[in-house]
């Protein structure tokens, strides 16, 4: 299987268990890698035989806008289903990270792994 990869897309999104740190949207870091067979788009050369990556950071980005989550988890959960699902991917790998949100701790987070 080949892997797309996404480091450290920003976006913003609320977040948390107390109901003041949802009040307004936050920043959390996401690391993805997308498997996927690309054999067919390194012959054709084809943006339609293969993931476009743009669009799967546009599309994240647009539905954590949309969204609240209480936990990491959920959210995690959340986007590896959407890459999935909308992007017929046969594999998500996915890290979420919320930078700076305890103090001495430079992020906190989660990872995630999911498949067909």
Do not use: N
Not at 52 to 71: C, M, N, P, W
């Amino acid at each position: 299987m080949d892997t797309i990869f996404l480091e450290q897309v920003k976006v913003q999104t609320k977040l948390g268990v107390p109901e003041w740190e949802r009040a307004v949207p936050q920043t959390v870091i996401l690391d993805i890698e997308i498997g996927y067979d690309f054999s067919k788009a390194c012959l054709s050369d084809a943006i339609e035989d293969t993931i476009d990556y743009g669009q799967v950071v546009a599309r994240i980005r647009e539905t954590l806008a949309e969204h609240s989550f209480k936990l990491v988890e959920a959210l995690g959960e959340h986007v590896c289903q959407l890459i999935l699902q909308e992007f017929k991917a046969q594999s998500v790998k996915l890290k979420v990270s919320k930078p700076g949100i305890l103090p001495g701790l430079k992020a906190l987070g989660i990872q995630l792994s999911r498949q067909q």
